[in-house]
């Protein structure tokens, strides 16, 4: 039973266009989300995260939404760039249980970011 | 050298052969993971070591023995796997064992059990 989906495996985008990344998730005591980023042969690295008192969070041309009542959130990149081409992976937590909480991964979506 | 290590990238063994995977990192993290990822599975949590002490194994069979000697290395341990254990197995670590604390990932070892 998959608490954390990410159900579109691919996207393709035009660079210099908007990149949106869906991530839907089941648990709603999730209370904390991340997006980490992949490049092949290397392992996933930190993009951003978001709290669930949040419903938006941005960092340069990353912004992550939450909508906690649709259990949603979605990664914007913009504008996209070639070299953000890699698979994007969606992470929750359960925060407020304590030292123990862990992670659980989406399958990770693949973005192609086109020249 | 910063970051999260592992050794070998790549390792091929029999189904009767004993092996080790070894992670090290340099960020002076408490909390160190193993994970495993499968082909178009989400990855999996198999193992969490909070200060050395394992404080999570996600019903992981005991083929797989994890080993946290100190604080910046980890160890996972294998023998008589299966061909279905095939698969990324990466090492993270992190500052805290919360769910908040983001995670640093090495970049994994592609091991084949023929």
């Known amino acids: 039973d998959q608490q954390v989906k990410q159900n579109s495996p691919s996207l393709s985008v035009q660079e210099g266009r908007i990149s949106i990344l869906n991530c839907d998730y089941t648990n709603s005591m999730f209370d904390y989300f991340l997006w980490y980023k992949k490049y092949p042969a290397e392992g996933p690295t930190f993009l951003i995260s978001?709290?669930?008192?949040?419903d938006k969070n941005e960092d340069g041309r990353f912004t992550v939404f939450l909508n906690k009542s649709a259990k949603h959130l979605s990664l914007h990149i913009v504008p996209s760039q070639p070299g953000d081409s890699a698979v994007y992976f969606c992470?929750?937590?359960?925060?407020?249980?304590?030292?123990?909480?862990?992670?659980?991964f989406g399958k990770g979506i693949t973005l192609s970011v086109r020249p | 050298e910063t970051g999260v290590t592992q050794t070998p990238r790549h390792l091929v063994m029999g189904m009767t052969n004993k092996k080790s995977l070894k992670c090290e990192q340099h960020l002076g993290h408490n909390a160190m993971y193993w994970y495993k990822q499968s082909a178009k599975k989400p990855l999996e949590l198999m193992f969490v070591?909070?200060?050395?002490?394992?404080?999570e194994n996600n019903s992981v069979p005991s083929r797989f023995s994890p080993e946290c000697p100190n604080s910046s290395h980890l160890f996972l341990h294998l023998h008589t796997l299966q061909p279905e254990d095939s698969a990324l197995y990466l090492c993270?670590?992190?500052?805290?064992?919360?769910?908040?604390?983001?995670?640093?990932f090495g970049n994994g070892t592609r091991l084949t059990v023929t």
């Open positions: 993270a670590s992190s500052q805290s064992p919360g769910g908040n604390s983001p995670l640093h």
């Open positions: 070591y909070s200060l050395e002490e394992r404080v």
């Open positions: 992470a929750a937590s359960l925060v407020h249980t304590g030292a123990n909480s862990k992670l659980t």
């Open positions: 978001i709290s669930s008192i949040k």
